[in-house]
């Protein structure tokens, strides 16, 4: 994995159309017999669009149409994720969704709808503001420490779309350049971050900074230090746990097959917070066991 295959990997940023829309009316028909494994079945949607948020349309906000959509499900809660961005959706009358396209022509909105041209659909409840602040900052041009501010502003109520959009603007940025990376890592560490963009990052600059040859052993170092004081920021055990047990481990060389890290080089930087990182471990609560952590800290004695 390279920097420049890590530029543009947000929804918000490949989409050429990005509308908001609300259900008026559904006309749904019943479910056939299974195809391929699926069950599916014909709706026909009476639909408002409300907004157009990126790209140029035929219709303007208010405006009315009809679409003909086909959903498919498994027909098991156990098997929920089925093809086509309309399965699963909401049709109930004043449900408004999100709808991202791409298309490169002008198209009509009807066509922009259609499976193939629309690659995602989602409720714009609890994504709309995070596309608006996205669009807002690459609008603007902002440069990466302006983006990171607007975010640490925002940081409570970032959600999966802005974390994305960060991430995607500013992997680059920070493979490149340390003082970018040290930026994005105080948002991360920031208590106020809400855990869905914290998870979202999290896994992200993990994975690229394990898989980018681009990244520094400084850029692994930082990382490291990070995952620990996230240990006392973050509460969610699913979310710590993971970090003793995985994130760390296979970070610092511990397991998992990657370069081994040497404490002294992780906290050269930062000597004081050696001390500090044991006594994390040593009072974590989580179901995880630290002993391997505590071993390659150098500490004298290690939890049972």
């Not at 019943?30 to 948020?53: F, K, M, Y």
């Not at 603007?169 to 990376?181: E, H, I, N, S």
């Not at 760390?248 to 040497?262: A, I, K, S, T, W």
Request: charged share 20%; hydrophobic share 40%; glycine share 6%.
């Amino acid at each position: 994995m390279t920097a420049a295959s890590l530029e543009h990997t947000s929804i918000v940023l490949q989409a050429t159309h990005i509308l908001r829309i609300r259900m008026e009316d559904a006309d749904v028909g019943g479910w056939s017999a299974p195809r391929d494994g699926w069950l599916q079945r014909s709706a026909h949607l009476t639909i408002t669009l409300l907004e157009v948020l990126k790209g140029t349309v035929d219709r303007r906000p208010g405006e009315q149409m009809r679409l003909r959509v086909t959903q498919y499900s498994s027909g098991s809660p156990r098997r929920p994720a089925a093809p086509g961005v309309w399965s699963n959706q909401p049709l109930d009358s004043g449900t408004e969704l999100l709808a991202f396209a791409s298309s490169g022509a002008d198209r009509p909105v009807e066509s922009l709808l259609e499976e193939g041209t629309c690659q995602q659909i989602m409720p714009a409840e609890g994504n709309l503001a995070n596309v608006r602040l996205a669009l807002r900052a690459d609008a603007e041009g902002l440069p990466p420490a302006a983006i990171v501010n607007l975010a640490l502003q925002q940081a409570s109520s970032l959600g999966y779309l802005f974390a994305e959009y960060l991430w995607a603007k500013l992997a680059g940025p920070a493979l490149a350049d340390l003082t970018v990376f040290e930026s994005l890592l105080r948002l991360l560490e920031t208590p106020e971050l809400s855990p869905i963009a914290r998870w979202a990052l999290i896994n992200a600059v993990y994975s690229t900074t394990v898989h980018s040859p681009a990244a520094t052993p400084e850029h692994v170092h930082r990382l490291a230090r990070a995952f620990f004081r996230l240990l006392e920021v973050d509460q969610d055990p699913s979310v710590t746990d993971n970090i003793v047990q995985t994130f760390l481990p296979n970070l610092l060389g511990v397991q998992g097959g990657l370069p081994d890290r040497d404490a002294d080089d992780v906290f050269r930087d930062s000597p004081q917070e050696r001390a500090k990182v044991e006594a994390i471990l040593r009072r974590y609560q989580g179901t995880a066991s630290t002993q391997a952590l505590l071993a390659w800290l150098g500490a004298e004695k290690t939890q049972p």
